[in-house]
């Protein structure tokens, strides 16, 4: 019966492909290898935070090596600032090997997960992972660069302490690990249930583990970090039975109840505590296999050995590689491009690669998942997904989903939609991930996704089921200075933090959602929140040219200092880069700032000007890898002003920038980004900026033109149709755009509609090295 059951639920799963688009979609499979061009390593180094490890497209999973382990907190209580380094895990500087976890965050700049770490050894039983309490060398392994290795859904290293070469690949929600053992009668494979990304000692308040029998176990951990209520199940199975097993409790028990008859830290098949790291001890021969199949669920160990059974339920770790990355390669090739230099076309897919990681399936195979009231749901007609960095992603990722991924960026819209009927505050997603809300950042950007598709007809979400739920989200006073927002027409400077861009995001919100309520027909709203959509005149002081903050009193901050990214007014940004965030209204934000000669004059002031090291201190997201000028790159808040130069008459000062930008924060090396890439933004910009258009106003059908990079890109659109961009007489010094042709006809201005892309057809650029007059 139980294997029936299996076969019916994964006819299920295989029958219902319209719904759950994890699945590789209907298109024809290139012939090209696209894998070959990314490299994951890309950004491994320093402030990219990214992951080397395996993954399939948006999977659940993402089983990668984690290189160090550092406490959130000192001893004294203060934050360990080198904790931010291992944002993902993983930091390429690093010759040591902890384990292998099996959650993890793509270039976020605050981190969570690193759950269910595991770590192949050999010889003396060992259960600490950097040192043991009386000072030796705890389970870590040294391992060299040129012994690991990394593409789409596959990831190899030597562990050189133990002789074990490692190899991981995953499907969406199993990983599956093969360690190559040497000869041993002490071979141990360590589930380290300590081990947390940003780990403090109150983060996991509890663990508990089930051996089913000899080579399968189950359980789940709950933590509290940056998610408050983090639950992660897990089942896995053992290709060889163990020998024997046991565990470690590191925190004092006060009370265990009649538990205390057993001893439990040996081969009982039981163990629970709020920290506690399990061992598997084996025999093995010379070159022996071990390989270990580990299923994730955010609803139950049942759930998750469902998972196991229905999406890997052989052995063969080669087909699970090859599945994988046949997916990877069936997203990869929906862009493909010809790029002037082998390392440009590196860049440009290790982006695409980037851009496909998150957000991710947060279901079971059965479309069960665990909802933000943390009860279980079942999803109709849409796949749940989590990992909403939406500050970041709502500029460019999400718009780029509305060209490669509609129908996953619908369920993304879908996901939201009921996270706000699940949240007590009646709200859309601000910054959430596993069933969680952490509010991270500032304003209500789902709405700017919600209003992105709408304008571009991406999807079949019920519009006023989504106006209704961005109003409900506009409406929610006592959230981060909102009140104030509604009552004053700014957020004021001595009631809340980074009052200025509270109040700009806000603006530009609040149009989205009047965007929304005239394609329903909903005139009054549309009317209130096209008011609200000007409230940016309210922070703007027209005696200095700058947005700065005001007072409760309707003054003005006396002490300012635009050049300062720190207590300004301003979260992660000054007032020469923050300040120039009007993406609905551009055309009166610069005739407001004196007009297009001087507001062309100070964007190049921007770029030319230097900031000084104390202006960007206080800040970890902000570093000079990132910097230009004055301008930042490696952040989010500026990456629509190279684009700017196009509202002031100066096209070719758009396409100079755009084009020194690719050049120079971007690069096909382990430093090859410039700053968080933000669970796929910085990505985004790239891939959009190397195909010569930007989504500068996302919630409008246009996009500003800048100067492609690629020779020639095919997009393979979802509707069946194929859209072909080529860039005439390309070069390294040819980077000014004569003109544009879409379908024989030349384009006026300087803005492209998504009906030119979306409906197929081609987009000539004629490039030269002379802009035009």
């Not at 249930?193 to 308040?205: F, S």
């Not at 990877?328 to 496909?356: C, D, G, P, R």
């Not at 699940?422 to 700017?448: D, F, K, R």
């Amino acid at each position: 019966m139980k294997k029936l059951s299996v076969l019916l639920l994964s006819l299920m799963v295989l029958n219902s492909c319209q719904k759950k688009d994890e699945i590789i979609s209907n298109s024809k499979k290139s012939k090209t290898d696209y894998t070959k061009f990314v490299n994951p390593f890309i950004g491994t180094s320093k402030m990219g935070h990214v992951f080397p490890g395996a993954t399939a497209p948006f999977g659940m999973v993402q089983l990668s090596p984690q290189t160090n382990f550092e406490v959130m907190f000192s001893e004294d209580g203060r934050y360990n600032a080198e904790t931010y380094e291992y944002c993902a895990g993983y930091q390429h500087k690093d010759s040591t090997i902890i384990g292998f976890a099996h959650t993890n965050f793509s270039g976020t700049g605050h981190s969570d997960l690193g759950d269910f770490l595991v770590m192949p050894t050999t010889g003396k039983l060992i259960l600490d992972p950097i040192q043991t309490q009386e000072g030796d060398k705890g389970f870590y392994s040294t391992f060299s660069h040129n012994k690991e290795e990394a593409s789409p859904g596959y990831y190899k290293v030597d562990l050189d302490t133990y002789k074990i070469k490692a190899e991981l690949t995953a499907s969406e929600r199993v990983g599956f690990h093969q360690y190559t053992f040497p000869k041993s009668e002490n071979a141990h494979i360590i589930l380290d249930m300590v081990y947390n990304v940003y780990h403090h000692d109150n983060k996991n308040v509890w663990t508990f583990l089930r051996v089913e029998n000899d080579s399968t176990i189950t359980g789940y951990r709950q933590t509290k970090g940056w998610a408050r209520d983090k639950k992660v199940f897990f089942a896995a199975k053992f290709s060889k039975p163990f020998k024997s097993y046991g565990h470690k409790k590191y925190e004092k028990v006060k009370y265990d109840g009649f538990y205390r008859r057993f001893k439990q830290d040996e081969n009982f098949p039981e163990m629970a505590g709020k920290d506690l790291r399990a061992y598997f001890n084996f025999d093995t021969e010379e070159n022996e296999k071990i390989q270990i199949k580990f299923a994730l669920s955010n609803v139950s160990s049942a759930g998750a050995m469902k998972n196991l059974e229905v999406e890997i339920p052989h052995w063969n770790f080669d087909k699970t590689h090859k599945e994988t990355n046949e997916k990877w390669n069936e997203e990869l090739s929906k862009i493909e491009v010809e790029m002037l230099t082998k390392e440009q076309k590196e860049t440009f897919y290790t982006a695409m690669y980037h851009t496909n990681l998150s957000p991710i399936v947060y279901e079971d195979v059965d479309g069960k998942y665990r909802g933000l009231d943390q009860n279980i749901h079942t999803s109709e007609g849409f796949t749940n997904y989590t990992i909403f960095s939406l500050w970041d992603t709502y500029r460019a990722l999400h718009p780029l989903f509305n060209i490669t991924q509609p129908n996953r960026n619908n369920d993304m819209i879908k996901s939201m939609l009921a996270h706000h009927d699940q949240s007590v505050h009646n709200m859309l997603p601000i910054w959430s991930h596993y069933a969680n809300e952490n509010w991270c950042m500032i304003g209500y950007h789902a709405t700017s996704v919600i209003a992105d598709a709408m304008a571009k007809n991406i999807g079949d979400f019920n519009h006023e089921r989504a106006l209704k739920a961005s109003v409900n989200t506009a409406s929610v006073r006592y959230f981060d200075g909102l009140g104030d927002y509604i009552d004053k027409g700014y957020v004021p400077d001595d009631k809340s933090h980074s009052s200025v861009s509270k109040t700009l995001e806000y603006a530009y919100n609040d149009w989205c959602i009047a965007q929304m309520a005239a394609q329903v027909g909903e005139v009054s709203v549309e009317e209130n929140f096209s008011k609200r959509s000007e409230y940016y005149n309210n922070v703007y002081d027209s005696s200095i040219g700058f947005m700065r903050p005001k007072l409760s009193d309707g003054n003005f901050r006396e002490k300012f200092d635009p050049m300062d990214t720190h207590g300004q007014g301003f979260i992660e940004g000054n007032a020469w880069n923050y300040g120039l965030y009007v993406p609905q209204n551009i055309e009166k934000m610069i005739m407001m700032m004196g007009g297009k000669e001087k507001f062309s004059q100070q964007l190049d002031s921007l770029f030319t000007m230097e900031i000084e090291d104390k202006y960007i201190a206080n800040h970890e997201d902000i570093t000079r890898d990132g910097i230009i000028g004055n301008y930042v790159h490696g952040n989010e808040p500026g990456h629509h002003i190279p684009y700017l130069y196009n509202w002031t008459g100066y096209p070719e000062k758009t396409q100079s920038r755009v084009r020194m930008i690719m050049d120079t924060m971007y690069a096909s090396n382990v430093e090859g980004l410039c700053g968080n890439d933000d669970a796929g933004q910085m990505s985004a910009w790239y891939i959009f900026s190397s195909l010569g258009f930007y989504p500068v106003t996302p919630g409008s059908p246009n996009y500003a033109l800048g100067s492609p990079l690629v020779k020639e890109a095919t997009i393979h659109l979802e509707n069946g149709k194929t859209l072909s961009i080529k860039a005439k007489n390309q070069s390294k010094d040819n980077i000014f755009v004569k003109r544009v042709i879409i379908n024989g006809k030349e384009l006026n201005g300087t803005l492209l509609h998504h009906n030119n892309i979306i409906n197929g057809g081609e987009i000539v650029f004629e490039m030269s090295n002379e802009h035009k007059k």
